[in-house]
T-cell receptor, first 115, second 113 residues
Framework: AQSVTQLGSHVSVSEGALVLLRCNYS??????LFWYVQYPNQGLQLLLK??????LVKGINGFEAEFKKSETSFHLTKPSAHMSDAAEYFC?????????????FGKGTLLTVNP | GAGVSQSPSNKVTEKGKDVELRCDPI?????LYWYRQSLGQGLEFLIY????????KSGLPSDRFSAERTGGSVSTLTIQRTQQEDSAVYLC???????????FGAGTRLSVL
């Protein structure tokens, strides 16, 4: 069975500072990996995904993530935080084989951006 | 174009009542998913529909939960004899096919009193 761990349920940064949200997965084979963002009272929006190929993935709004198989990690970063980045972020995985439609989510990290 | 639409946006019901939650997927999307988002359990997969194939119901928490998808489009999630632990946000998503990007609706917030 797969699982996803997001370290830190709440991360607070200053505007302009680096954003680093951590995600580790547990899976017998490398899964497909995703980061979603959820703004208040809205659904989830895909930021980026990794399936195969280049391990550094660039997404929307200046976010990027790097797949590190040896560390079973897929941390999300952004060089400079904006106030509009304040939201909840979810890391998710699907199997790379069968049933690869079924997302397993982490518990989420609430990002606060201080002026 | 229009995104995934869910109705109602909020639903308050009394314990023991039945509720129906509706999802209109993006036009042309063959795959449809239901997830539940609760404080205790986070985001959980409930059920998956793909075209005319038998749905994957492996995430439904009990037999009080059921879902159908009519005409390959609109889906209804039904919860019978609601319990307080059913209180959560129910999210629907759709994708072009089963392994494509999932697009989520804003959800239905269910409160069981």
């Amino acid at each position: 069975a797969q699982s996803v761990t997001q370290l830190g349920s709440h991360v607070s940064v200053s505007e302009g500072a680096l954003v680093l949200l951590r995600c580790n997965y547990s899976s017998s084979v490398p899964p497909y990996l995703f980061w979603y963002v959820q703004y208040p009272n809205q659904g989830l929006q895909l930021l980026l995904k990794y399936t195969t190929g280049a391990t550094l993935v660039k997404g929307i709004n200046g976010f990027e993530a790097e797949f590190k198989k040896s560390e079973t990690s897929f941390h999300l970063t952004k060089p400079s935080a904006h106030m509009s980045d304040a939201a909840e972020y979810f890391c998710a995985v699907t199997p790379s084989g069968g049933s690869n439609y079924k997302l397993t989510f982490g518990k989420g990290t609430l990002l606060t951006v201080n002026p | 174009g229009a995104g995934v639409s869910q109705s109602p946006s909020n639903k308050v019901t009394e314990k023991g009542k039945d509720v129906e939650l509706r999802c209109d997927p993006i036009s042309g999307h063959t795959a449809l998913y239901w997830y539940r988002q609760s404080l205790g359990q986070g985001l959980e997969f409930l059920i998956y529909f793909q075209g005319n194939s038998a749905p994957d119901k492996s995430g439904l928490p009990s037999d009080r939960f059921s879902a159908e998808r009519t005409g390959g489009s609109v889906s209804t999630l039904t919860i019978q004899r609601t319990q307080q632990e059913d209180s959560a946000v129910y999210l629907c998503a759709s994708s072009l096919w089963g392994v494509d990007i999932q697009y989520f609706g804003a959800g239905t917030r269910l409160s069981v009193l």
